[in-house]
């Protein structure tokens, strides 16, 4: 069964950084592209980042470009998002997401980002 | 990187057919077959219900289906049932290895 986890989130004070992380099991990890998509409370998906299969790769949303940093371990089959200078409208549940030939087969249940004084 | 334009709001009552439209550009969904809908439950994760346009995974009733004609994707929803209430989200690549969403469709049923 494939399984995405993912933790990390929090509260963080305006201009702070912090690090996500999703552990996945039930398939082959390597193989895969993995994306970071999120939702502000109330509101609609964004795509925020994804990563190719060896990590050699990645593209990123204009509004996180330059602050947030996709990666990946294959050997603990992660996916990792680290996020600086955060701002208030980074507040969002974030969900790791398994790509398919572009469509987001499996999801996370999120993890809760605040950024907040 | 523009969200894709959906309405926010459709309904229906059960048994009835409601359609959800998804607008983008020759940039995304008209420039290739790579549109994904997706519902979401209050709380959830999202779930993929239809995939490249028209396709369906496993598990997802035949009910749903999807088509495209120029910028503008459509997700069909037949027969609808209680449980189809729920927040339907369109997406689609827009080249250069990255993806755009819509803003979302609350569909309600009566």
């Known amino acids: 069964e494939v399984q995405l986890v993912e933790s990390g989130g929090g509260l963080v004070q305006p201009g702070g950084s912090l690090r996500l992380s999703c552990a996945a099991s039930?398939?082959?990890?390597?193989?895969?592209?993995m994306h970071w998509v999120r939702q502000a409370p109330g509101k609609g998906l964004v795509w925020v980042s994804r990563?190719?299969?060896?990590?050699?790769?990645?593209s990123y949303a204009d509004s996180v470009k330059g602050r947030f940093t996709i990666s990946r371990d294959n050997a603990k089959n992660t996916l990792y998002l680290q996020m600086n200078s955060l701002r208030a409208e980074d507040t969002a549940v974030y969900y790791c997401?398994?790509?398919?030939?572009?469509?987001?087969?499996?999801w996370g249940q999120g993890t809760l980002v605040t950024v907040s004084s | 990187q523009s969200a894709l334009t959906q309405p926010p709001s459709a309904s229906g009552s059960p048994g009835q057919s409601v359609t959800i439209s998804c607008t983008g550009t020759?940039?995304?969904?008209?420039?290739?077959?790579?549109v994904s809908w997706y519902q979401q439950h209050p709380g959830k994760a999202p779930k993929l219900m239809i995939y490249?346009?028209?396709k369906r995974p496993s598990g997802v009733p035949d009910r749903f289906s999807g088509s495209k004609s120029g910028n503008t994707a459509s997700l069909t929803v037949s027969g609808l049932q209680a449980e189809d209430e729920a927040d339907y989200y369109c997406?689609?690549?827009?080249?250069?290895?990255?993806?755009?969403f819509g803003g979302g469709t609350k569909l309600t049923v009566l």
């Open positions: 990563i190719n299969s060896d990590g050699s790769s990645t």
């Open positions: 490249e346009v028209s």
């Open positions: 020759s940039s995304d969904v008209g420039g290739y077959n790579y």
């Open positions: 997406s689609s690549y827009a080249g250069s290895t990255i993806s755009v």
């Open positions: 039930g398939f082959t990890f390597s193989s895969y592209w």
């Open positions: 997401a398994r790509d398919e030939a572009w469509r987001f087969d499996y």
